[in-house]
Structures are given as C-alpha cells and as structure tokens.
T-cell receptor
Framework: DARVTQTPRHKVTEMGQEVTMRCQPILGHNTVFWYRQTMMQGLELLAYFRNRAPLDDSGMPKDRFSAEMPDATLATLKIQPSEPRDSAVYFC???WGSGANVLTFGAGSRLTVL | SQQGEEDPQALSIQEGENATMNCSYKTSINNLQWYRQNSGRGLVHLILIRSNEREKHSGRLRVTLDTSKKSSSLLITASRAADTASYFCATDGDTNAGKSTFGDGTTLTVKP
C-alpha cells in the first residue's frame, strides 16, 4: 500500500533546539499538508503546498516555523528555536487534485520540547 | 477557529448499536469528508460527500449532508468494538478548494 512516511516518529528535545520533521508524500500526489494536533487545539492546519508551491501557511507561527518542499518527494517542517508549547503530534498528509482532496495521512511525529 | 464542529464530543455505546455523529460548519463548501483516527495513529479517510449530494453510503457508514443547515451526520450501523476511534469531519471551502479544515472530532467508544 502506498503510504506517507514521516520521520522521526518521536523526538524529545530541549527548549531552544532546532527540530526538523520530514515527510515523504505518496508518489504522484501533488498536495501536501502539515497539521499539528494537541488536546487543547485539535487539528490545526500549519501549511499547505500544491505542486511544491506554498499556498497557505497562515496557521504557522512565522517567527519560528518554516515549511519547504525541496523536491516532490520531500516536505520539511522546521522549528527554530523550539519551545515547550510546540509539543504536539505533527502530521503530514498528501493528496491529489485541487478539488475534492482526499488526504492520506502519515503516522505522525510526536514532538516533546522540555 | 476550526471550520467544522463535531457533536457530541464523546459517545459511548454497546456493540451492535448504531452510532450517530454530527458535524456543523460555517461557510459554503465544495465537499465534506469524514476521517477516523485510532489512538496513536494518523487519520484515515472514510467517505467524501460533495455539496450537491444529500446522502452517501459505504458499507456500514451512511453520511448525510444538509447544505441549508450547514451540517452533516455520520451514522455507523451495527457498531463493533473495532469502530472505537475518534471521528473527524473535514470541509473543503469553496473559496479555497483543496484546503481541508478539520473539526475537533467525536470520540466513539464501542463496548464489547
């Protein structure tokens, strides 16, 4: 089965450290989403790419977060510097098309910032 | 704020019973989707209903959409313990096609 691969699955780091999360979307999918999930906020959309171009990153704290797609097989989400409030599960999802966008989610990266 | 809001937040039923979850949204949509999330896992797509459809079935799932009320419901018939999960609706607003915004989810517990 085709799947979205996220690394790392778990990350524990100290406040102030840089964190990079990676996502390999499903081959052929042209949309990539980054979501953050916490108990308090639920699923928040952080960034959204179509054909590798960023379309919407309004949900992302710009001062410390950045999202890129260096190529069609890799999406990255970087936090620098990390803070305890960034602790969450970060999901990458990919899909096809600009209309009905059925998403396939990765297993998530669980980040703990001490 | 989230586009979709699920109701109830939590639902507990016995195996064999039906489970109904509701989703309300705020703005016009192109389509609405339902996803399931098992504990510690990513979300899995269940079913998509387009704005011009009123009802859709997939196995034991039945989804309805009422665009005049801006609401949708997910019915799971003859529930099983394996249906225990969180269920989310996601809307794809017609002003930003392709951008899926999720609600807070309904946590369903099916007791054996």
């Amino acid at each position: 089965d085709a799947r979205v691969t996220q690394t790392p699955r778990h990350k524990v780091t100290e406040m102030g450290q840089e964190v990079t999360m990676r996502c390999q979307p499903i081959l052929g999918h042209n949309t990539v989403f980054w979501y953050r999930q916490t108990m308090m906020q639920g699923l928040e959309l952080l960034a959204y790419f179509r054909n590798r171009a960023p379309l919407d990153d309004s949900g992302m704290p710009k001062d410390r977060f950045s999202a890129e797609m260096p190529d069609a097989t890799l999406a990255t989400l970087k936090i620098q510097p990390s803070e305890p409030r960034d602790s969450a599960v970060y999901f990458c999802a990919s899909g096809w098309g600009s209309g009905a966008n059925v998403l396939t989610f990765g297993a998530g990266s669980r980040l703990t910032v001490l | 704020s989230q586009q979709g809001e699920e109701d109830p937040q939590a639902l507990s039923i016995q195996e064999g019973e039906n489970a109904t979850m509701n989703c309300s949204y705020k703005t016009s949509i192109n389509n609405l989707q339902w996803y399931r999330q098992n504990s510690g896992r990513g979300l899995v797509h269940l079913i998509l209903i387009r704005s011009n459809e009123r009802e859709k079935h997939s196995g034991r799932l039945r989804v309805t959409l009422d665009t005049s009320k801006k609401s949708s419901s997910l019915l799971i018939t003859a529930s099983r313990a394996a249906d225990t999960a969180s269920y989310f609706c996601a809307t794809d607003g017609d002003t930003n096609a392709g951008k899926s915004t999720f609600g807070d989810g309904t946590t369903l517990t099916v007791k054996p």
